[in-house]
């Protein structure tokens, strides 16, 4: 069994900073990519960064220069440091893991979410 488990949330203002964490543990061969996805109420999830040793790290266009995404042990760690949060930055972040599961077949693992609430 894997458990992806996000940590770190919790209210904060804007403009201020907050940093996520995302553990995977368990029955895994390998860990490739470690990704971030954000869902607001009513909308669908949506990509917000990754990062792999083959492709390095990518984010998209609205966070670029505030978030910044790192792992180590690995990649089974990941970390987002969020800066200059803003209010629309008020959503459910989902941590994603990808790699190999013991069969060496490709899996996907996801988290349960964390709420981040950015408010006055």
């Known amino acids: 069994q894997v458990q992806v488990q996000e940590s770190g949330g919790g209210l904060v203002q804007p403009g201020g900073s907050l940093r996520l964490t995302c553990r995977v543990s368990g029955s895994i061969f390998a860990v490739n990519v470690m990704a971030w996805y954000r869902q607001a109420p009513g909308k669908q999830r949506e990509w917000v960064a990754s990062?792999?040793?083959?492709?390095?790290?990518k984010y998209v266009d609205s966070v670029k220069g505030r978030f910044t995404i790192s792992t180590k042990n690995d990649q089974s760690t990941a970390f987002r440091q969020m800066n200059s949060l803003r209010l629309d930055d008020t959503v459910v972040y989902y941590c994603d893991a990808e790699g190999l599961n013991p069969d060496i077949r490709r899996a996907t693992w996801w988290g349960r979410g964390i709420q981040v609430p950015v408010a006055s």
């Open positions: 990062t792999s040793g083959n492709t390095g790290t």
